[in-house]
């Protein structure tokens, strides 16, 4: 009989609601045609350029006459922006209630965007702010089989595994704790809801609240560390535009937030609550592999304050405050041993956050202070379990531009982390203090060659060692579209808690090396990426060793991946494909002995689509998801070592989303089905307390559907 269980995330379900935002600009009730073209100073026309309504997901791009043709059924003032890879962005001003109009854009030259090459290798970043950015914050929302969640979105780019059965980035060989998530300079130490065996969880954090997502494969800045594979760098979003007041309802709870405007201040609060009881009891026709002792209950709410003191700083905190609870039924494949897993969860966090900048935007000034505190209080197995973790940090980062050429940033960070573990009767208490400084400059000659250079060193009272890690990138640009990148680093990471605990005296840092190579064509809104990657590990603690680090070399990883996008073939559409080739082995359960992790595919693919249809205002987006098998391997109690299969993977996804107009406000319909072909193979296999086998992990559903309807009400 095939038991998992599964939790379906609350973060993510708000951010559907945010997406209102982005997409219920289409709203309108008499349809308006707008046209034009795009020039540059010298009237030439400029195909591929991207025109479209400001704030909404309508418009288009100019034909090979620079020719554009927009039909919208919105009405009042409205901004039109068009843009195009190496020019100003120019903003126009129109009001729609003057039937139909034809505009004249004439683009000038961007000496900031023409600083032609750009450190890319081993990173891919999202961003309104740069136009020749590989993904937009948009994408995390508007991609089928993500639901608003933003480790879902970086699973569809080629650097990452597919993993159905845990939470965490698996990143070239890496493990999901080698992956670090940081907000506004700072680490977040638990991006994703408590871990519960054979459960994907999902991030606790809204997408639509950053106005940049970086995601770095390897060979990043020195301002980071603690993180041996890659970084997830989210920044904030600066004072919100104006007061809304908006909420919805789904098949799981609903939420509720309100964002106040004042003349140099915005907050911003959002309640969600997610009762998982009614869906599951409403919805049985649905195919379950999930047995709930007590099906996942959720309370949060965030408060985010931004604030200018003055014309050059601004202030930004964040509080999000959350509280889960859910228990699940695990039985053996022999329906013989059973076991039940209940879980309570605490999780708080503030991050505050003051920049000012000096001399225009030559010189900046950071600094931040976060606390976070997360407790689960477990019963497992009979057993009672109770974790807790107490986080401070401080921050200090200086930048100073010396020309558009020349740049230079400096800093240091202070980390304490108090653990505290207990298994039943059995206690464990672990302080770490860890400080940290950092130099880096980066800089650019001519308009071909860049480079990046510098230097991490952190001191660890757990390890009671120092180190010094190196960072290295240049870039060699061959003309207008195409260029090349080199990054090198050497990267430490403290053993995960679990570990830390268990090992309360210390162990030493991990350590990896990354080495990535980079090709990247760009051009008229189509992208072609090719990178090459070796990473070795040293010093690796496992969970099958957790009372000593490896001596010396411990492991590899080496790959290739490809990454294409187009968004101007076909109007309205927007595709990506990507794909990986990965080889990878490390030291886990055999002593002297190299095994593949059971969570890397050699093989894997992703596929995504969006559509936007004009004529009756609405867009899809359908996704498909494929890797190849694994191997699991395990230890058992006599010690023989045995290797199960894990099948090859695959999901197709789609999502439909329409805006509404109810009671006279706006309003957005959302509907999407995951796993549509309904996939049930065993996706994993896990180890639990009383079972003589690895517990085998199905998908939580055979098909997982949602239906929400939010509403949005503009005070402002």
Request: charged share 20%; aromatic share 14%.
């Amino acid at each position: 009989m095939k038991k998992v269980c599964r939790i379906n995330n609350p973060i993510a379900l708000y951010t559907l609601t945010c997406l209102l935002l982005i997409i219920t600009a289409q709203l309108g009730v008499a349809q308006v045609k707008i046209s034009g073209v795009v020039t540059d100073q010298k009237n030439l026309p400029l195909p591929y350029a991207n025109v479209f309504i400001d704030g909404t997901y309508e418009g288009t791009v100019t034909d090979d006459s620079g020719r554009f043709v927009i039909t919208t059924k919105l009405s009042g003032t409205i901004t039109l922006r068009a843009s195009y890879i190496g020019k100003q962005t120019s903003l126009k001003e129109i009001n729609l209630n003057n039937s139909n109009q034809s505009l004249e854009f004439k683009l000038k030259e961007d000496v900031n965007s023409l600083s032609p090459v750009v450190i890319s290798a081993g990173t891919f970043a999202a961003s309104d702010q740069n136009k020749t950015e590989l993904l937009r914050p948009r994408d995390i929302g508007t991609t089928a089989g993500t639901p608003g969640d933003i480790q879902s979105t970086i699973e569809k780019l080629p650097c990452t595994q597919k993993i159905g059965y845990t939470e965490g980035l698996f990143v070239r060989g890496g493990s999901g704790k080698e992956s670090k998530y940081i907000m506004d300079g700072m680490i977040l130490p638990n991006p994703y809801y408590s871990h519960v065996p054979g459960l994907k969880q999902q991030g606790r954090l809204d997408p639509f609240l950053f106005s940049g997502v970086i995601f770095s494969a390897g060979g990043y800045s020195a301002q980071y560390g603690q993180a041996l594979s890659s970084v997830l760098i989210l920044n904030s979003k600066g004072i919100a535009d104006s007061t809304i007041t908006g909420g919805g309802i789904h098949l799981y709870g609903g939420t509720v937030f309100h964002t106040h405007r004042w003349q140099n201040t915005s907050l911003y609060m959002n309640l969600n609550y997610n009762d998982l009881s009614p869906y599951y009891k409403s919805f049985k026709f649905i195919t379950q592999n999930t047995t709930w002792a007590e099906p996942p209950r959720n309370k949060d709410i965030k408060i985010v304050l931004r604030n200018k003191p003055n014309k050059s700083g601004i202030f930004k905190i964040y509080t999000d405050i959350s509280t889960t609870r859910l228990g699940v039924s695990y039985k053996d494949s022999q329906k013989i041993a059973q076991s039940n897993f209940d879980i309570k969860n605490y999780n708080y966090l503030i991050n505050s956050n003051y920049t000012q900048y000096f001399n225009g935007d030559k010189t900046s000034l950071s600094a931040g202070v976060s606390a976070s505190y997360d407790e689960d209080k477990i019963n497992y197995a009979g057993m009672g379990l109770n974790e807790s973790e107490y986080l401070y940090q401080g921050k200090v980062v200086a930048k100073h531009n010396y020309s558009n050429n020349l740049k230079f940033i400096a800093g240091g960070e202070y980390i304490k982390t108090r653990l505290k573990g207990q298994v039943d009767s059995l206690k464990s208490n672990v302080n770490d203090y860890l400080i940290s400084f950092f130099a880096e400059s980066e800089a650019t000659i001519g308009k071909k060659f860049a480079f990046r250079l510098g230097l991490r060193m952190e001191q660890s009272s757990y390890s009671n060692k120092g180190t010094l890690a190196p960072r290295s990138s240049f870039a060699y640009k061959f003309s207008k579209s195409s260029q090349v990148s080199f990054s090198y680093g050497i990267f430490y990471q403290l053993p995960d808690k679990d570990i830390m605990l268990t090992n309360p005296s210390g162990l030493d840092n991990q350590q990896a090396e990354h080495f990535i190579a980079n090709y990247q064509f760009q051009k008229n809104e189509r992208t072609l990426r090719f990178e090459m990657y070796y990473k070795n590990y040293s010093r690796l603690v496992s969970d099958y060793t957790p009372n000593h680090n490896y001596p010396g070399y411990a492991g590899y990883a080496k790959g290739f991946e490809i990454f294409f996008r187009d968004k101007a073939t076909i109007p309205n559409l927007d595709y990506w494909i990507s794909y990986s080739y990965i080889d990878s082995k490390r030291k886990t359960i055999i002593a002297d002995e190299f095994l593949t992790p059971d969570y890397v595919s050699t093989h894997t693919v992703s596929i995504v689509d969006k559509y936007w249809i004009h004529s009756i205002g609405i867009l899809i987006s359908v996704s498909y998801s494929y890797a190849s098998k694994r191997n699991f391997n395990y230890l058992k109690n006599n010690g023989e070592s045995i290797k199960l299969d894990i099948p090859a993977y695959s999901s197709f996804d789609i999502s439909i989303s329409k805006p509404l107009s109810l009671f006279h406000k706006q309003a957005i319909l959302f509907c999407s089905l995951q796993n549509v072909f309904g996939y049930d193979k065993v996706l994993g296999y896990t180890t639990i307390p009383t079972f003589p086998d690895p517990f085998h992990v199905y998908p939580a559903e055979k098909r997982s559907p949602f239906i929400g309807l939010f509403i949005s009400m503009y005070n402002n």
